[in-house]
């Protein structure tokens, strides 16, 4: 049998999106498993990370003094920590998301943490 196929026959394009797969019971249940953790993460960037931010083992009551940053600190509890979670949650049940955006959303809550831990520490 000759080979007439061309190297553009089976390559997926800029034209060609290949399907995805469907998910199987086991890839259905990591994702569950997944998404249960960011939830879990988010949750506890949005109610410790501010309390992380301002807490001070030398200072005399436990919390730093004036902060300089604390409207950006309660901006990013309030608004980006929800935002980010329920974006990687929403990614990751999206047909072309999956394990690869679960992934991108904990990095993403993990910086939102050590950013308000950052501006936590400037007093002013």
Do not use: K
């Not at 080979?3 to 553009?8: V, Y």
């Amino acid at each position: 049998m000759e080979n007439t196929r061309t190297a553009s026959d089976g390559a997926a394009g800029p034209d060609r999106c290949p399907v995805p797969r469907p998910r199987s019971a086991v890839g259905w249940a990591g994702l569950v498993v997944l998404a249960v953790g960011v939830l879990v993460l988010g949750v506890f960037v949005g109610l410790m990370g501010p309390l992380f931010a301002i807490a001070c083992g030398s200072c005399p009551d436990g919390v730093r003094g004036p902060q300089r940053f604390g409207d950006a600190l309660i901006t990013i509890a309030r608004y980006a920590v929800p935002f980010a979670t329920l974006g990687t949650i929403v990614g990751m049940f999206h047909p072309r998301g999956g394990a690869r955006v679960g992934g991108i959303g904990l990095g993403v809550l993990v910086m939102l943490l050590l950013l308000m831990v950052a501006l936590g520490q400037a007093t002013g």
